[in-house]
C-alpha cells in the first residue's frame, strides 16, 4: 500500500484574474508564495518518502518553497493540470461550469477529463513498480485531484466535479488517499 498526501500549487497571479491556466506555466502570486512556504510549516510533523509535482511552474515553484529544505522533488509531467485547449489563459467563466462536457470529450485542442485519468493511473502504475509501502507527496492541480477522487475513492467524474472542494473554497494542507 503507499500512501499519497495530495497538495495544491499556491494562488497563482492567473487564480486572482479568475483565468484558467491549464498547461500553461503559470506564476504564483505574492500570496501563493506565502501559501507554499507556510505549507511546508503546515505539514512539518509529516514525513513523506518522496515528493513529486508536475513539472509546470507554479507545481514546481510551490512544491521548492514548500519542500525542498527537507526533499528532493521529482517533477513529473503526468501530474499537469487538465489542457484546457483553446481555453488555456482564458476566463474561467467561460467553460468551469460545464467541466461535466468534458470529461469523454475533450477541450477543444485539449484533451478530456478521461485523459487525465489515464495520464494518473500511469503514474499510479510507476509508484506501485517504484514506491510500495512508501508515503509519498504530490504537488499538483485541479485535474488530477479530480482523477485521484475518481481512481481511489471511487467517485464518478460528475461526482468528483460536483464535490470537489474549490466549489466550497474549502482548501485544507493536504488531502489523504490510500493506493493498493
Given at each position: 500500500m503507499i500512501k499519497i498526501t495530495y497538495f495544491v500549487h499556491g494562488t497563482t497571479t492567473d487564480n486572482e484574474q479568475d483565468l484558467a491556466t491549464g498547461w500553461l506555466p503559470g506564476k504564483l502570486s505574492e500570496l501563493g508564495i506565502k501559501q507554499a512556504e507556510e505549507l511546508g510549516k503546515l505539514v512539518a510533523d509529516k514525513k513523506f518518502d518522496v515528493v513529486f509535482c508536475s513539472d509546470l511552474k507554479r507545481a514546481v515553484d510551490s512544491a521548492n518553497l514548500g519542500f525542498?529544505?527537507?526533499?528532493?522533488?521529482?517533477?513529473?509531467k503526468r501530474?499537469?493540470?487538465?489542457?484546457?485547449?483553446?481555453f488555456n489563459g482564458k476566463p474561467a467563466e467561460k467553460f468551469k461550469n460545464k467541466l461535466n462536457e468534458f470529461i469523454d470529450k475533450p477541450f477543444p485542442n485539449g484533451e478530456?477529463?478521461?485523459?487525465?485519468?489515464?495520464r494518473i493511473a500511469g503514474f499510479f502504475d510507476f509508484l506501485k513498480k517504484n514506491y510500495k509501502d512508501k508515503h509519498v507527496a504530490i504537488v499538483a492541480h485541479q485535474g488530477p485531484q479530480l482523477a485521484l477522487d475518481v481512481l481511489l475513492k471511487r467517485r464518478t467524474w460528475k461526482q468528483a466535479i460536483k464535490e470537489d472542494w474549490r466549489n466550497k473554497k474549502a482548501w485544507q494542507p493536504g488531502w489523504e488517499y490510500l493506493l493498493n
Open positions: 525542498s529544505k527537507k526533499y528532493k522533488i521529482i517533477s513529473d501530474l499537469r493540470e487538465c489542457n484546457y485547449g483553446d478530456s477529463y478521461k485523459d487525465v485519468e489515464k
